[in-house]
């Protein structure tokens, strides 16, 4: 109950935008200007031209009145139907059931908390009785590297780290000959945020999964893509490129708690048939959850009562 306080509360703009426009639908029949308001919400909200389109079928076959449901249920049902399927294993359940040591390759473009969500992850593996690996692949930013040797400290994981500057593939090679000696359960590889336009970088990233694959057969076991969720429907775009690039096996989408376009998670299923590993609303590690389709619906929507 205190994880869906604090989804409740972290999608509390978007579900704001969204139950304004629903207030005044809570009869039996439709009025053409609440139904164009209704539909400006979900779209402000970023669920999605596709989503909002069927949703706005459905009800206008239903225009001679709602006898044994309401707009919000129809809106309910839809979003269930989409948000199941972005549902998947949870990474605890395939990392037990992977591979060991099991890779995770974290990506993503500059400032969408890749480094805080590993640590995150990091530290809720040692919770599950897994040992964890870090290694530091983002060499640009000495920053980073510092971060993730805090991180590393506060939580007793080891970190695998060159100087900045170094060639990344070299760390991640050098982080996956530690894991082999050490008999870690699972390494997570930190990378350097880049623009998913640039494609030299793009071609780095490639590098480093080949260089992964050769040494590991069938690794990198996840490629895990972390988005930015005030980004709306910019999001989309990134996880397009980065999946065609690299082939992403996961999302998780950060920051789901500054901004009114939470429902662009939504908008990510219909697009990517990916699943959403992860969903963050807040700072704290325990603010870094698994996708749970019914939960996040019932933080995402108003109640029928909340409408009035």
């Known amino acids: ?12 703009k978007t579900r704001k935008v969204v139950q304004q426009s629903f207030r005044k639908m809570t009869g039996t029949s439709i009025n053409p200007e609440d139904l164009e308001e209704v539909e400006a919400s979900l779209l402000q909200a970023d669920i999605g031209v596709r989503t909002v389109n069927q949703f706005m079928e459905t009800v206008k076959l239903q225009a001679g009145g709602f006898q044994k449901t ?8 839809l979003l269930r139907d989409i ?10 359940d395939l990392i037990r059931k992977g591979p060991s040591p099991f890779i995770l390759l974290m990506i993503g473009i500059n400032g969408v908390g890749k480094t805080t969500t590993m640590a995150k992850l990091g530290h809720r593996f040692i919770q599950e009785g897994l040992k964890p690996l870090f290694v530091a692949g983002d060499t640009f930013r000495a920053a980073a590297i510092e971060q993730l040797e805090i991180w590393g400290q506060r939580t007793g994981i080891e970190v695998v780290r060159h100087q900045q500057g170094s ?3 070299a760390v991640v090679y050098d982080g996956i000959m530690a894991a082999k000696a050490r008999k870690v359960d699972v390494v997570l590889i930190d990378t350097a945020g880049r623009l998913h336009t640039k494609i030299n970088l793009m071609d780095e990233l490639k590098k480093i999964k080949r260089i992964i ?6 690794a990198p076991h996840e490629v895990l893509l972390v988005l930015d969720g005030t980004l709306g429907q910019n999001a989309i775009a990134q996880a397009r490129q980065f ?5 992403v096996t996961g999302l998780a989408l950060t920051k789901l708690d500054g901004t009114s376009r939470g429902g662009v998670i939504v908008a990510i299923i219909e697009e990517m048939n990916l699943p959403i590993r992860l969903v963050g609303v807040g700072e704290g590690a325990e603010d870094l959850q698994d996708f749970q389709a019914e939960a996040f619906i019932n933080a995402l929507l108003p109640t029928e009562q909340s409408t009035d």
């Open 1 to 12: 109950m205190r994880w869906f306080k604090r989804l409740q509360d972290g999608l509390s």
């Open 70 to 77: 309401t707009p919000l249920q129809v809106l309910r049902t």
């Open 83 to 92: 948000l199941k399927k972005g549902e998947a294993d949870h990474l605890v």
């Open 167 to 169: 060639d990344p593939a």
């Open 213 to 218: 694959h050769r040494e590991i057969s069938g």
């Open 243 to 247: 999946h065609e690039a690299l082939g």
